[in-house]
C-alpha cells in the first residue's frame, strides 16, 4: 500500500488551532472508520490521541480532535500549546488485515 | 498497568539477521495480537505486520513477506521480531505496539494504545 498524505509541516501560535489533513483512498481512509492518530515527541514512542476517527482515549486533551470527510481525515488542535510540538501520524485501517501510516507531520509552535 | 519492554540496541552487518524480543506485561498475552512498527531516522512510521498472541498467526505487509519473522513464546508473554538479509536501509527503530482498544476482530486490534520503548537496529559493514 501507499502511504497516507501529510502536509510536511504546520505551524501556529499559542492559543491557536491548527488542522493537519491526512489523505488516502477509498481502499483505506474512505472505507472505514479505522484512522486514528499519533503523536511522537523526538526520541519517545508514538502516543495514541485519537483513534476510529474522532475517539480520544481517557487521558487525552480535549483540545485534540478528529474527523473525516471522504478519503481524507484531519486532527485539529485547539489551543495549541508549546507542549503540542511533535511529530503527529495518521494511520488508517486499509483492509486485509493491514495498515498504513501517513508521511507524519512535524507541528511547529511559534 | 500494561507494559511492553524491548530488547537493547542491536549493531549488525550487511546480509545478518536480527532478532527484537517484546515482552509484554499487565494484560493476558494471548488476548490480542502485537503489531510491528519501525521508524528509520528522520523518517516515518511503517507498518511490519502483527502477530496473534493467543494463536501465533501472523501477518505481513508486502514489504516483509518473506524477510521477517514474527513469533511469540506465551509462556514467556514475549513476541519477537526476526528480519533476515539486512541492509543499511533496515537501520530503524523498531517498535512493538497493541493494545485492545477500539475494532478488534479476531484477536487482532487495529489501534494501538501501547508501545514498547523502541529497539535501535543498526546495519553497517
Known amino acids: 500500500q501507499s502511504a497516507l498524505t501529510q502536509p510536511a509541516s504546520v505551524s501556529g501560535s499559542p492559543g491557536q488551532s491548527i488542522t493537519i489533513s491526512c489523505t488516502g483512498t477509498s481502499s483505506d481512509v474512505g472505507s472505514y472508520e479505522l484512522v486514528s492518530w499519533y503523536q511522537q515527541h523526538p526520541g519517545k514512542a508514538p502516543k495514541l490521541m485519537i483513534y476510529e476517527d474522532s475517539h480520544r482515549p481517557s487521558g487525552v486533551s480535549n483540545r485534540f480532535s478528529g474527523s473525516k470527510s471522504g478519503n481524507t481525515a484531519s486532527l485539529t488542535i485547539s489551543g495549541l500549546q508549546a507542549e503540542d510540538e511533535a511529530d503527529y501520524y495518521c494511520c488508517s485501517y486499509a483492509g486485509s488485515s493491514t495498515l498504513v501510516f501517513g508521511g507524519g507531520t512535524k507541528v511547529t509552535v511559534l | 498497568q500494561v507494559q511492553l519492554v524491548q530488547s537493547g540496541a542491536e549493531v549488525k552487518k550487511p546480509g545478518a539477521s536480527v532478532k527484537v524480543s517484546c515482552k509484554a506485561s499487565g494484560y493476558p498475552f494471548t488476548t490480542y495480537a502485537l503489531h510491528w512498527v519501525r521508524q528509520a531516522p528522520g523518517q516515518s512510521l511503517e507498518w511490519m505486520g502483527w502477530?496473534?498472541?493467543?494463536?501465533?498467526?501472523?501477518k505481513y505487509s508486502e514489504k516483509f513477506q518473506g524477510r521477517a519473522t514474527f513469533t511469540t513464546d506465551t509462556s514467556a508473554t514475549t513476541s519477537y521480531m526476526e528480519l533476515g538479509s539486512l541492509r543499511s536501509e533496515d537501520t530503524a527503530v523498531y517498535y512493538c505496539a497493541g493494545g485492545g482498544l477500539g475494532f478488534c476482530t479476531n484477536g487482532v486490534c487495529y489501534t494501538s494504545n501501547y508501545w514498547g520503548q523502541g529497539t535501535l537496529v543498526t546495519v553497517s559493514s
Open positions: 502477530v496473534n498472541g493467543g494463536n501465533g498467526k501472523t
